[in-house]
């Protein structure tokens, strides 16, 4: 065997932290590579982000950054670490303004950043880019440094499949070369992992096909921990029907913030006030995880849509205000016979971001020397529900702090590569080229179906232990079927050996989802149990989530609290 | 009532290979997209066709085009029709296989990365 690539820092996945922990690990002095499964810059969540990104910089009105961070851990139900709320809500506005410098273009009024309202925020504090173009402005700026960066090296089209661990510290990593279906190994004395989320695992969703869980898997096979994996939010209004294309299913968030807009069930009423939040008509301030648990239940009653959700209705308001909110947009919908003005249309909670993750400290570093992590990908900042507006802030802070921290790791450290260590990983993409070349009729996406539907059922919005036991013995039944390595091999595009590479990942981010679910035997945030109603303070505290020669194993650790002084603001104007 | 179906000629086979024609029946939904038969068809027939895509709805990622009834199109805006369409890849680009064609940016490539001799340019 011998090492493909050598370099400082590998950092995986292209989104908005891989792509900002790429810069700052190559700006610290580190000799750095990026790599993506998918394109660079296009494969996942970040791209397709379409509305705010929450920071304190004051510009709209008065703020500061604890007033951001008193909101985040309000919304996260008691169980943030309280460092990385508090890292992600101080270092958000230093972010906010270099991708200023960098010219992303944020919506600007009177001179100065625009800022608007956005559910569970006490302040206008969320800045964007018009119109709906935040996440492709994030992608397309942070590509362009990435051009621009001297010691920087990056590939499409290689699939991360196994992080390498040598001696106990992080020695690199071994991928599937997309176009010819053959190992890559990279050699590493850092590896950030940034590949994103898991929201592909549910059957309705706001993924990419990339976001299967990759990071999560990857971690626990390398010894890192996770933390809090049951915590999944749903996105409360995603796009249900009729069907809609060249539009993300999140589209109705941004006319909420703008224009309220009404959520009826199918007697025409509006219901969300029924369940504990005084929404009115008027104002979008209802948290995702209330308005989600009202939808499903106004469903479960028999008030749902004739498609399972509730209809959003913009009916009340005028043509020219609708217009002048979202212009283009509104030929858009006109191309898919949408007229907003006439009808509602259907809308379901659809699972959207994922709170837990991988579990790290301050600087962004696993349990494995040399392991870090960033953006989605990480766990706990958020607690049991994010506020809207911090997974960007929270990629851009983790991706600088986690590309620093590597490059500065990098010092004391030498190379800890060893082809023993790489071995198995190689082995388990060369076997899947000996197989039959060519495998017709239904493979693993369709059991890649069958597991979303499992999690939409069972371990989605409302979870019970019968629906979860059942849940996990479905999960490990799919994981034996598919076997030890790809069962089908494609030498010139090899799609179908990383889909068993990713349905291996997706299940066991399922099973360690499931597994946290089962011990949280109370409903909080984002995680609701039938059988578990309330929520109990016994629980204040975070699940850690660990792989081992036992299977997976899931355990109680205390809170990490940070205590705070709220700073006094002037009376905005 | 019949189910109405969508008929897809879909272009198949490697670079350098005879260009192969599969034809599938899809169960047709109104509003349905291109690429929401291609994905049916690889859930429910051939798992083994190559298409590359990644954002599925938003439109962002630009990864999915393809050719239909030889327009290069998006395959994920693409409005599919009750009659039948052929699928090709974009013929301008190195075909790797089926739909998927060689589109990653010179820079961005993973041959340059392992200091490979460039397959195009
Ligand atoms: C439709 C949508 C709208 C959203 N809108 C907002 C918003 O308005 N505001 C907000 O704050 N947040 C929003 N979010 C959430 C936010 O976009 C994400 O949390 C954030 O972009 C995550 O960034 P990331 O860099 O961690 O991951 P991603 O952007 O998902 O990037 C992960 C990358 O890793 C790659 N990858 C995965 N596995 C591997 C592997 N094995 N090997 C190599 N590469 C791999 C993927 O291809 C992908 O390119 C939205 C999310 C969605 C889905
Ligand atoms: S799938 Fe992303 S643009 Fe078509």
């Known amino acids: 065997m011998t090492v493909d690539v050598t370099t400082d820092v590998l950092v995986i996945g292209s989104g908005a932290a891989g792509m900002y922990a790429a810069v700052s690990a190559a700006r610290n002095g580190a000799d750095t590579v990026l790599v993506d499964k998918s394109l660079i810059g296009r494969g996942g969540a970040t791209i397709m982000a379409q509305m705010t990104v929450a920071a304190a910089v004051g510009e709209q009105e008065p703020d500061h950054w604890s007033h951001h961070l008193q909101d985040t851990l309000e919304s996260g139900r008691g169980l943030c670490n309280e460092e990385l709320a508090a890292i992600l809500c101080e270092e958000a506005p230093l972010r906010i303004r270099e991708l200023d410098e960098w010219k992303i273009g944020w919506a600007r009024e009177e001179g100065h950043m625009k800022q608007v309202m956005a559910p569970g925020h006490g302040r206008e504090r969320c800045v964007y880019v018009d119109f709906l173009n935040t996440g492709p402005a994030v992608a397309r700026t942070l590509r362009t440094q990435i051009g621009r960066a001297g010691n920087l090296r990056r590939a499409s089209e290689l699939t991360i499949t196994s992080i390498v661990v040598n001696g106990g510290q992080v020695a690199g990593a071994v991928g599937l070369n997309m176009e010819t279906g053959t190992a890559v190994t990279i050699q590493a004395k850092a590896v950030v992992l940034a590949a994103g989320g898991l929201t592909r695992l549910y059957q309705r969703n706001s993924a990419s096909v990339n976001m299967g869980g990759d990071a999560y898997a990857l971690a626990l096979r390398a010894g890192a921990e996770l933390i809090d994996m049951e915590f999944v939010q749903f996105f409360p209004i995603g796009h249900l029907a009729p069907r809609l294309v060249g539009m993300d299913p999140i589209m109705w968030d941004p006319f909420r913030y703008k224009l309220g807009g009404r959520l009826l069930n199918s007697e025409g009423d509006e219901f969300v006030q029924n369940y504990g939040h005084a929404e009115t008509s008027n104002k979008y301030t209802a948290p995702r995880d209330v308005a989600s648990f009202a939808i499903l239940q106004e469903v479960a009653a028999g008030r749902g849509s004739p498609a399972g959700g509730a209809y959003l209705s913009f009916e009340h308001i005028p043509e020219a205000d609708l217009r002048a909110a979202f212009g283009p947009v509104i030929d858009r919908l006109a191309a898919n016979d949408i007229d907003l003005t006439k009808h509602g249309i259907e809308v379901s909670p659809i699972a959207h971001y994922h709170m837990g993750g991988v579990r790290v400290d301050g600087q962004m570093e696993t349990r494995v020397p040399g392991l870090f992590a960033a953006g989605e990908a990480v766990g706990g900042a958020n607690g049991a529900n994010r506020l809207s507006g911090n997974a960007l802030s929270e990629a851009f802070v983790f991706g600088e702090r986690a590309g620093r921290f590597a490059a500065e790791a990098i010092g004391d450290r030498v190379d800890s590569w060893s082809n023993e260590a790489a071995r198995s990983a190689v082995d388990e993409i060369m076997a899947g080229r000996h197989v039959a070349k060519r495998q017709s009729g239904p493979g693993l996406a369709s059991m890649l179906v069958t597991l979303q539907k499992i999690m939409w059922q069972d371990v989605g919005l409302l979870r019970t232990a019968n629906g979860l036991a059942n849940a996990r013995t479905l999960v490990q039944d799919i994981r034996w079927d598919i076997g030890d390595y790809p069962g089908a091999s494609d030498h010139r595009f090899a799609l179908s050996m990383q889909e068993w590479f990713d349905l291996r990942n997706s299940l066991l981010a399922a099973e360690a989802i499931i597994a946290s679910a089962q011990t949280r035997t109370e409903s909080r945030g984002a995680h609701q149990r039938g059988d578990f109603p309330s929520t109990d303070v016994n629980q204040t505290h975070n699940l850690i989530s660990r792989l081992d020669g036992e299977g997976l194993s899931v355990m109680v650790a205390p809170l990490i609290s940070k205590p705070f002084d709220l700073i006094p603001l002037e009376a905005a104007e | ?121």
């Open chain 2, 1 to 121: 009532m019949t189910e109405r179906l969508a008929h897809l000629k879909i272009q198949r086979g490697g670079f350098g290979e005879a260009p192969a024609y599969d034809d599938f029946e899809v169960p047709y939904r109104d509003g349905m997209s291109v690429l929401d038969a291609l994905i049916w068809i690889r859930t429910n027939k051939d798992s083994s066709l190559a298409i590359r895509y990644s954002c599925t709805n938003a439109n962002t990622c630009k990864e999915c085009m393809v050719r239909v009834d030889e327009k290069t199109v998006y395959a994920c805006t693409k409005r599919l029709g009750t009659t039948p369409v052929t699928v090709g890849p974009l013929t301008n680009k190195r075909l790797l296989r089926d739909l998927v064609t060689d589109i990653v940016p010179p820079r961005e490539k993973l041959s340059l990365l392992l200091g490979e001799p460039s397959s195009e340019e």
